[in-house]
């Protein structure tokens, strides 16, 4: 089975600054995805980054970034320039090729200072 | 305009009685999924839908039944709800031109008392 592991429950950091969210996962798949989302204070899930497996080239989307390192099993999350709104939940999830299921880590609370 | 809608958004019920929790969507997406969210735990998979003839059951599907009415709508009914119940549920949907990404709706709080 697999898991996924954010060691990180809360971190904080000033407005404009850089911060990487740290996820690890454990799988004995190759074929695999894994997801940023983003859980606002409305609850809402939103989507914020993906990446396939078996890309080399780390994915970005605007402001956010990944760092996929496959040997280590390691996907973190950057967020640069960080913006009053990133403020929320963050979860890291995996979804193996074939699979139904996303599997979620219990997330990062990410709060940003004015 | 939303595109995968919940109804309730929040609701309160009893021990035993039965409840039906409702999702929307007007992505066009065939695929539906329902988790729930307990706190320190992440999501997790109760029920999944390729079409209306199609459901299978997730990783916590006991005490739960779902109907997939059409492809636009896909129910979660808890036939008797007990406390343990209690949590966030969550709607998603998955495209066919990208199966592996799910997108979430708003959510529905469920208090079981």
């Known amino acids: 089975a697999q898991t996924v592991t954010q060691s990180q429950p809360e971190m904080s950091v000033q407005e404009a600054e850089t911060v990487t969210l740290s996820c690890t996962y454990d799988t004995s798949e190759s074929n695999y995805y894994l997801f940023w989302y983003k859980q606002p204070p409305s609850r809402q899930m939103i989507l914020v980054i993906r990446?396939?497996?078996?890309?080399?080239q780390n994915a970005t989307e605007n402001r956010f970034s990944v760092n996929f390192q496959k040997a280590a099993k390691s996907f973190s999350l950057k967020i640069s320039d960080s913006q009053l709104g990133d403020t929320a939940m963050y979860f890291c999830?995996?979804?193996?090729?074939?699979?139904?299921?996303?599997?979620f880590g219990t997330g990062t609370r990410l709060t940003i200072i004015p | 305009d939303a595109d995968v809608t919940q109804t309730p958004r929040n609701r309160i019920t009893k021990t035993g009685k039965r409840i039906m929790l409702e999702c929307s969507q007007t992505?066009?997406?065939?695929?539906m999924y329902w988790y729930r969210q307990d706190p320190g735990l992440g999501l997790r998979l109760i029920y999944y839908?390729?079409?209306?003839?199609?459901?299978n059951k997730g990783e916590i599907s006991d005490g739960y039944s779902v109907s997939r009415q059409a492809q636009a709508k896909f129910s979660l009914s808890l036939e008797s709800a007990i406390p343990n119940q209690t949590a966030l549920y969550f709607c998603?949907?998955?495209?066919?031109?990208?199966?592996?990404?799910?997108?979430f709706g708003p959510g529905t709080r469920l208090l079981v008392l």
């Open positions: 998603a949907t998955s495209p066919r031109e990208r199966r592996e990404t799910q997108y």
């Open positions: 839908s390729f079409d209306v003839k199609d459901i």
């Open positions: 992505k066009g997406h065939d695929r």
């Open positions: 990446q396939e497996a078996y890309k080399q």
């Open positions: 999830a995996f979804k193996s090729f074939g699979n139904e299921k996303l599997t």
